[in-house]
């Protein structure tokens, strides 16, 4: 079994609990054991599009990783958490609340290449110890500013008046690494108040949607009535912005085996080599050189 399940997941489930329900669910529907990994970490506190690699899609998770995000999140103006989410502690008080003329100006500066600090609470590495880890001890963490962009920045609703705002609620369009926290943290400030997040759902990751998401109930029932199948997408779904590229048997035990392959036109760049209907490799073509970058143990058509 190799393809994607995409969870739309709950509200106070971590990432790798949502891997072990899948798991779960998996063997529950005589899948036997499988690979499974995630393509991108969601808070406990975030809902939405989470993709769950199974099987050799799990060699595509770094790929995904690396994907543009859509978040729709709201931002809560007067109080800033140590988290900054709802499920911190309150830090910062304002009695400021901005205009929706002046928050609209304000986006323009956030939109494009930024530099941001990603939270305290968050897992990044520093010396070898999760920050999160070390803000929860009560020691100092000093964030590193890194560079993301922001594609896009647009308001979906509000709370309160036009010239007073409670909180308002924005769609962003994100490269990776982009925390949704801080760009919230960051947007307060320059309003000349303090906030946090009080809502984050991710309604887009790479190729997938909320349109292909499934529920964990779903999932259960699908467990249940040993039908798992029918809820896989094929691996090939994490590679649709990639060019397809047709190669013979023998090219594709070439590939199998790691050789590189010359005189094949094809798109520069990345491709998708397939054998008929098979995934072979994700391969690279350079100065009419095609090598393989990621290789699928796949030697019969998928079930899916």
């Known amino acids: 079994m190799h393809g994607w399940i995409i969870l739309d997941k709950p ?11 899948v798991k779960r669910a998996l063997r529950e529907s005589g899948a036997g054991k499988c690979k499974v990994g995630h393509g991108g970490t969601l ?27 859509i978040y729709d999140f709201t931002i809560k103006f007067g109080e800033q958490t140590d988290t900054l989410d709802l499920e911190g502690k309150v830090i910062a008080h304002s009695d400021v609340r901005p205009t929706l003329a002046l928050l609209e100006a304000v986006l323009a500066r956030f939109t494009g290449g930024i530099e941001q600090a990603p939270p305290a609470y968050s897992a990044i590495l520093i010396d070898g110890q999760r920050a999160y880890d070390l803000a929860r001890k009560g020691q100092d963490v000093e964030m590193k500013l890194r560079s993301v962009t922001i ?23 994100v490269s990776k690494g982009t925390y949704i926290r801080s760009l919230a943290r960051d947007i307060a400030i ?13 309604v887009k990751a ?6 292909s ?15 798992i199948g029918s809820l896989l997408l094929p691996l090939t779904a994490g590679l649709d912005d990639i060019p ?7 090219q594709a035990t070439a590939l199998r085996q790691g050789k590189v392959l010359t005189g094949i036109a094809a798109t520069t760049g990345l491709n998708l080599a397939i054998e008929g209907e098979i995934p072979v490799a994700l391969v690279e073509m350079q100065d009419g050189e095609i090598r393989v970058v990621r290789g699928f143990n796949l030697m019969s058509k998928e079930d899916d």
């Open 11 to 21: 509200h106070d489930l971590g990432s790798t609990q949502a891997v072990a329900a």
């Open 43 to 69: 808070d406990p506190l975030a809902t939405g599009v989470l993709p769950i690699a199974i099987g050799e899609a799990t060699k595509l998770a770094g790929r995904m990783l690396d994907s543009d995000k």
């Open 151 to 173: 594609h896009g920045l647009r308001v979906m609703g509000q709370e309160g008046a036009a010239d007073a705002l409670a909180a308002i609620t924005l769609t962003a369009h």
């Open 190 to 202: 320059a309003l000349g108040t303090v906030g946090h997040v009080t809502m984050l759902r991710r």
């Open 206 to 211: 790479g190729p997938f949607t909320l349109d």
């Open 213 to 227: 998401a499934i529920s964990l109930d779903k999932l259960r029932d699908a467990a249940n009535e040993r039908a």
């Open 244 to 250: 397809a590229l047709p190669v013979t048997p023998d």
